[in-house]
């Protein structure tokens, strides 16, 4: 169970910022959920500690290792393009073992126990065109599960998936996330999604990503967002992620006009800092 | 617990069935019924309109007319050094069609995959393709027959021009289009080097080659026609020129009707072998559908 730090990260393409000053520390077996408008850089924050991209500045360590390339332990997990079309479901779990020098025969043996174990036996000889879409993310997990990683990145995972497979997945992660205690970072968009998860939410705010609210979410699983406490993180973050979004969007005017229009929440941007570390829920 | 019955809400698509294997056959029983169909329909419609006069049968002889003709003079035509065989100008066709298209494709491929994986290479080599590419086949039969005279070596010539440049962009284009996500998710599964390319690219990039590849074969085939017909005086493209030239309208019918059989032929064949290299493609189509 690796804990993973981001210190003084930046992170330009060209003379654009991505990530501006990422200072995070996620505590080994957590599940820590990146939320943020679109474009605020937190695929790339993911694709950095996955080790797919470097730091313009600051580094990253996993259990105190410099990240410098994709890590043995370190698995990603995306919304789409993840399985590949190619292979069935059988060789798609095996091609990690695969490429860890396994002999295809005992990483086919051990691709069918996994999926065995995920209750995916029978589809082993599908292709993932043959799959529906919350089955292919089963698969994509069980491909990933089998290298037991100990870092589980995921990128949007269920942001292709209808509203009630998604609801069912979030719920098979929490299963599979705790038989296999791995540390775990998700990139999401979607709030209520991070609250039903995540132990921790970051908020990232818009070109450069930054963060600028780190909330713990101790309540226990299964979660009910109505819930009282939960509610009022959920309504705060809300409007911040709200607000992060439209001044992502829009310009000065016609965020002058949102905010005639009723959008109370939405004010200049006065730069919080990533010290507002909510404790309160 | 109530998670395990919540999965097992997911019942993925029912496996193919025999209902689903015998439509299929029905489908294809179709698409060859209908082949037949439209050619005898066509075939009727010109035997009747040359029998009624509607068209004229000198200029556009029917099939009861250029079929027995080429039976009875065994495929050989016209006078002295002129003659040439049906038979043997076809099997010249072919071969030269054949030959260029093989190495034209596999110079495509081979440079395509290499201007792809080393960018250096690609900032010079992908000019020289763009400016290769849109030279029309045809404007390499003057050159060609000078390279290599009016024989076979030209013909070959002219179909790989045809087919190489254009093969090598869209080979770039079909690797440079696999998406990211695939890259990386076989990076962060352990996966570079060499075994990144033969696992995951170049399967990824497959389906957009095999698209390039059926699509050369008509810029082949049509090189290697006007090849013959344009100095290379051999093969179907010249038998079909030798045919107008001695007023012979039956040889010019059944060169173009051979033609147009071949072509059929050979994009039939290769979209055989796609089915067959890409399987898991018509496996994704059965399941859409």
Redesign the interface.
Known sequence: MPEVRVIDVCRDFGRQRALDEVDLTIEAGSLTALVGPTGCGKTTLL?LI?G?QHPTRGRITVDGEDVVG?R?D?????Q???L????TVRDNVA??LR??GLSRSEARRRAVEQLERV?LA??AD???????G??RQRVALA??LV?VPRLL?MDEPFGSLDHQ?RR?MQ??LL?TWRQSRATVILVTHDLDEALRLADRIVLLSASPGRPVEVVDVPAPHPRNLEDGQLRQVRDRLHAHLEEEVALSEFAGAELAALAEAGFKSITPHVGVDGGLKDESA | MSLTSNIRIWRGPAPPSSAGASRRRRSDLRSVGGLVAAWLLLGTAWELGARLGVLNAAILPPPSQFIPYLIATSGSVGLGVNKVSYAQSLVETVIRVAAGFGLGIGTGLGVGTLLSALPWARVIGVPIAQILAPIAPIAWIPLAIVLFGTGDGAAVFVVFMGVAASMTLATVAALGGVPAEYIKSARSLGSSGWRLWLRVILPAAAPGVATAIRLSFFAAWMSVLAGEMAGINSGLGSLVILGQQEFQMKLVMAGLVTIGILGFGFDRLLLVLRTRLLWWEARGARAEA
């Open positions: 694709e996955a797919l994709p043995r370190a698995i990603l997990i995306f789409q393009h993840n590949f079309d190619w292979l091609f990690g490429n860890r209750g029978a589809f599908r292709v993932p065109a043959e799959l529906s919350g089955m491909r990933a290298l990145l497979t069912i719920r098979y299963t």
